[in-house]
């Protein structure tokens, strides 16, 4: 059997005339796992963990790299709105795959976000959504201040002297509760490839704020959070909690923003049984 590697499972697929970079591991009903916003993210750093459990339980993988993100292309002059921008693309993603009907979904902040795109475009293609530390409104930012630390070094990670490993290490530790979770190879290699500025262009759009619209998703959504989540604040969830009009919420405690990572054998059992529910 071929090693599941990042080489061994990436391919390109053009949509919309923007080549987007995936990888693809495993076979079944497809899981649609999108990555965060930070510099660096590719939906392989965030989700390269989870692949054994995942696609153990007879699933597909589609780790998707959001438009100027990894080696995804992003298009030029591009000004949409971000919720309307990242629904058409993943629609168009899943269309240029001959993925048919709805599918399970795994978002970790900015690309739960992105799901929610596609649930406001089509949501006729969101069977379940996972949600991780994922904040599509300001509502609720009572309690914990905002800009949020994470948030804030995410922001300023190509100012003054531009990209450099201590800044990395910075914003990886603030993402997480136990910053010995993550190795200096995986701290190299995010600091890689975040060197291209470019990749922020997606965090540039304009977007609206979701808070009017969350009482109208209506596909099964599990919010899967941190308590100790510095990148996306936890009353924000339970704001969705209340709004949504069916949801369920998980709370890891002595976690951050990677619950998948931070506590990866409950959030694979939680989601797993959440899914096959």
Known sequence: MTDITEASTGKFVSVDGVNIHYNDAGAGEPVLCLHGGGPGATA?????????????AGRRMLMMDMPGYGQSGFP????EDFFDFTGRMIDGFLGALGVE?????IGNSLGGQAALGLERCKPERVRHLVLIG???TSA??????????ALRNIFNYYAGEGPTLEKMRRLVESLLYDPSLVSDETLQERF???RDQGQMRLLGLPRRDLYSELEQIACPTLLVWGQEDKGGALEVGLQMLKRMRDARMHIFQRCGHWAQVEHQAEFERVV?????G
């Open 44 to 56: 392989w750093s965030n989700f390269k963990q989870n692949i054994p459990a995942i696609t153990g």
């Open 272 to 276: 797993l049984n959440f899914f096959a």
């Open 76 to 79: 030029d002059g591009c000004s």
């Open 134 to 136: 994922s904040q599509p």
């Open 101 to 105: 009907g709805a599918v399970d979904i």
């Open 140 to 149: 609720g930012l009572v309690i914990q201040p905002q800009p949020q630390e």
């Open 192 to 194: 890689e490839a975040s």
